[in-house]
């Protein structure tokens, strides 16, 4: 069986188009929740491998809201949603009304929306996949966790090399807008944040074998 760094361009493409289908069904869930435009794409796909497990975010270095949830089914592997500081606080206000200025001084309450939040992206995200490919995936209760971005990052690295050698990392980023017309996701207005999906070399072999074969038979059709 092929490696992941023997993924060719095509099955780059293949992989950015169909995560391209889960996240843009998680943005318009999330939409609905906030009543707010919640834009997302797909900076590019990272391979990396239990010899080169260290992944940079631009957020590797800021105090972030983390949210972790396990991914079962064809998708072995983890979900990280996280928010750096700016962006963590605007979600709450725009979820809670609540204004604080330390994201340490999160409460339970606090905690159990950034909960939520996971749950209806990761959930839209592996709704809209599921559908595509004809398969069943599940997702755990999310951890909420405060910490260094890049903390949290290397935690989930390390956990997915004790599943597989080696691993693909996609990164996303979410950009939750400040009126229902939208912005463009710059940095500069709403909530932008990144989120990662990790899934071991089979995974990815078989989402590849599926997406062939729907390829196929839509054009016999």
Same mark, same amino acid.
């Given at each position: 069986?092929p490696? $992941?760094? +023997?993924?060719?361009?095509?099955?780059? /493409?293949?992989?950015?188009?169909?995560?391209?289908?889960?996240?843009?069904? #998680?943005?318009?869930?999330?939409?609905?929740?906030?009543g707010?435009?919640?834009?997302?794409?797909?900076?590019?796909?990272?391979?990396?491998?239990?010899?080169?497990?260290?992944? +940079?975010?631009?957020?590797?270095?800021?105090?972030?809201?983390?949210v972790?949830?396990?991914?079962y089914?064809?998708? /072995?592997?983890?979900?990280?949603?996280?928010?750096?500081?700016?962006?963590? *606080?605007? *979600? $709450?206000?725009?979820?809670?009304?609540?204004?604080?200025?330390?994201?340490?001084? *999160?409460?339970?309450?606090?905690? !159990?929306?950034?909960?939520? *939040?996971?749950?209806?992206?990761?959930?839209?995200?592996?709704?809209?996949?599921?559908?595509?490919?004809?398969?069943?995936?599940?997702?755990?209760?999310?951890?909420?966790?405060? /910490?260094?971005?890049?903390?949290?990052?290397?935690?989930?690295? #390390?956990?997915?090399?004790?599943?597989? +050698?080696?691993? $693909?990392?996609l990164?996303? !980023?979410? &950009?939750?807008?400040? !009126?229902?017309?939208?912005?463009? &996701?710059?940095?500069?207005?709403?909530?932008?944040g990144q989120?990662?999906?990790?899934?071991?070399?089979?995974?990815?072999?078989?989402?590849? /074998?599926?997406?062939?074969?729907?390829?196929? !038979?839509?054009?016999?059709?």
């Open positions: 069986m490696t $992941l760094f +023997e993924l060719n361009q095509n099955d780059n /493409d293949q992989l950015r188009e169909l995560i391209n289908i889960g996240v843009s069904h #998680a943005g318009d869930t999330l939409s609905i929740m906030m707010k435009r919640v834009t997302v794409s797909i900076p590019h796909v990272s391979i990396k491998n239990a010899s080169n497990a260290t992944i +940079e975010s631009g957020f590797s270095n800021e105090v972030t809201v983390s972790l949830l396990r991914v089914g064809l998708i /072995d592997g983890y979900v990280l949603l996280f928010f750096p500081r700016k962006a963590a *606080l605007h *979600l $709450l206000g725009v979820l809670s009304g609540k204004k604080i200025g330390d994201l340490r001084a *999160l409460d339970d309450f606090d905690r !159990s929306l950034f909960q939520e *939040l996971g749950n209806v992206i990761t959930g839209g995200m592996l709704q809209g996949l599921s559908k595509f490919l004809h398969i069943e995936m599940m997702h755990s209760v999310p951890n909420v966790v405060v /910490d260094m971005g890049g903390a949290m990052l290397g935690s989930v690295s #390390a956990s997915m090399i004790q599943l597989h +050698e080696e691993f $693909l990392s990164e996303v !980023s979410v &950009c939750v807008a400040p !009126s229902p017309d939208g912005v463009v &996701c710059d940095g500069t207005e709403g909530a932008v989120m990662y999906l990790f899934m071991g070399p089979s995974a990815v072999r078989k989402i590849l /074998d599926i997406t062939n074969t729907i390829m196929h !038979s839509s054009k016999a059709s």
